[in-house]
């Protein structure tokens, strides 16, 4: 077991370690993460004074990360990397602990590796992804209840969990379902064992609450993490076609894994009842990926833990043993096709449009290290530069720059400009020559520059 084990291990490097070497391309979402990540190293405060609906555990280990390397794609990539392959084993370990197959093996694992290597977007430090470990180390608190006659206090500690994956990923709060259905299936007195459970999940935001009642940013906190996420309007990163060639393996593995499952001989009923909890499971994480308003392959990482375990089915069918070492070949070369096409050089013959996730390798911006605030969606101003006042998703920056006929934005306008002017606004919008009208004192001293859309603040600091 420890050979294959290293194997394992060995053979995720052998995926991965190449691509850190041929470089680490820089992408749009990971700017925003270290965005934020440096202003909270600036000692400003999440939902007070950063305008973002990213959770706060993850931005708490974003600045924690900006501690320790500043902006680093390739400590994003490494984290990424170790969560990931950590994930891994957590779960093929709660498999092999709790004899949920009939015989014990570390393809899960396997399988849980080869497919988080489909995609860039899969190597990224994502919120998902951080709060995907936490949902997966509540699956033991669930199932073990009954099984092994352990006190239903887990309970509460497989909530807590739950409530930690939300609190990097709000959407994951939607594994509360596989919570409940797991008491249902394993505890006893269900009706106790659920408020157990749910406890557990409100602890930590209680905890958090305390803390954002302190600080005085409880409506924030509110409006941007709790509110914001659940839109159900999804638009796409990638291009829907461009989507399906990058889920077509998964996707074909999944059916077959789910029809080989459905003709196997009877079992033991415990395995027939987490069966049912990862069909659950599969259909929670459905769920998780329409709810936010916009879907990419990195949304399809929740899929990972269900996709694993069913997939453990197909590779352990009645087929002879050389046609299922053929069948992972075969899907082993497919996914790095996918992910090397660009270092093999054929990428026009397996089109994939990244463009709105990678950022460009050499912007062409005049400005480099300066405090700078873009009016509109393009973030790539800050590749080079600091962000200045809290105005960082330009769509919830619409509580203040939408409204420009209430005093009371027009007022926090004032404010958070007085506190931190940058030294250049780059206007994607045209809305400068309002704001001019509507505060003079603060947008007067920013003049056009030879670069279109670009404003700089002329004189002495405010």
């Known amino acids: 077991m420890p050979s294959r084990l290293i194997l394992l291990v060995l053979l995720y490097l052998a995926i991965r370690v190449p691509l850190i070497l041929l470089g680490v391309p820089a992408t749009v979402p990971e700017l925003k993460f270290m965005l934020i990540g440096e202003r ?19 931005a708490l280990v974003y600045w924690l990360i900006d501690l320790v390397a500043g902006r680093s794609y390739l400590t994003y990539r490494l984290v990424a990397a170790a969560l ?12 092999i602990r709790n004899k949920v197959y009939a015989e014990s093996n570390y393809l899960p694992a396997l399988l849980y590796l080869t497919f988080g290597c489909l995609t860039l977007e899969f190597e990224m430090l994502t919120p998902l992804l951080l709060g995907n470990t936490f949902v997966i180390l509540s699956l033991p608190y669930f199932i073990t209840v009954a ?106 593995v999944l059916a ?61 069918s009645r087929f002879k043993p050389w046609i299922l070492s053929l069948m992972y070949l075969v899907l082993l070369a497919g996914v790095v096709v ?24 050499s912007p062409a911006q005049a400005i480099k290290g300066a405090s700078v605030l873009v009016l509109g ?13 809290p105005y960082l998703n330009w769509q919830l920056a619409q509580r203040h720059f939408g409204r420009l006929n209430e005093y009371d934005a027009v007022f926090a306008l004032y404010r958070n400009f007085k506190k931190e002017p940058p030294r250049y606004i780059i206007d994607k919008v045209g809305l400068l020559e309002e ?9 007067d001293a920013y003049e056009p520059t030879d670069v279109p859309a670009v404003y700089k603040r002329q004189g002495k600091e405010l």
Not at 149 to 167: K, V
Not at 435 to 443: G, M
């Open 40 to 58: 909270m190293a600036d000692g400003f405060a999440m939902y007070r004074e950063i305008y973002d609906s990213t959770a706060p555990l993850a």
């Open 84 to 95: 990931l392959l950590a994930q891994a084993l957590l779960l093929n370990s709660t498999f």
């Open 147 to 252: 099984r092994e006659g352990l006190d239903n206090s887990r309970l509460f500690i497989g909530g807590f969990m739950l409530g930690l994956a939300a609190l990097s990923f709000l959407p994951l709060g939607l594994f509360l379902l596989l919570g409940l259905f797991a008491v249902i299936l394993f505890a006893s007195a269900a009706f106790r064992s659920s408020l157990l459970m749910l406890c557990g999940f409100a602890f930590p935001y209680a905890m958090l609450l305390s803390y954002y009642l302190f600080t005085g940013a409880v409506g924030s906190f509110l409006e941007l993490h709790l509110l914001r996420p659940w839109q159900f309007e999804v638009s796409f990163l990638i291009p829907p076609a461009d989507l399906a060639k990058l889920l077509v393996l998964p996707g074909l």
């Open 256 to 316: 077959l894994s789910l029809f080989s499952m459905l003709s196997l001989a009877q079992r033991l009923v415990f395995q027939v009842k987490f069966q049912q909890l990862m069909v659950v499971w599969l259909i929670v994480s459905l769920l998780v990926i329409i709810s936010r308003d916009q879907v990419s392959a990195a949304s399809f990482l929740v899929l990972l833990p269900p996709l694993a375990y069913f997939s453990e089915f197909l590779f352990t």
């Open 338 to 361: 996918l992910r090397y096409r660009q270092p093999l050089g054929i990428g026009s013959l397996v089109k994939i449009d990244e463009s709105r996730i990678l950022l460009p390798v």
């Open 377 to 389: 969606n393009d973030i790539t101003y800050y590749t080079h530069n600091t962000l200045a006042t």
């Open 435 to 443: 704001l001019k009208y509507k505060l003079p004192t603060i947008f």
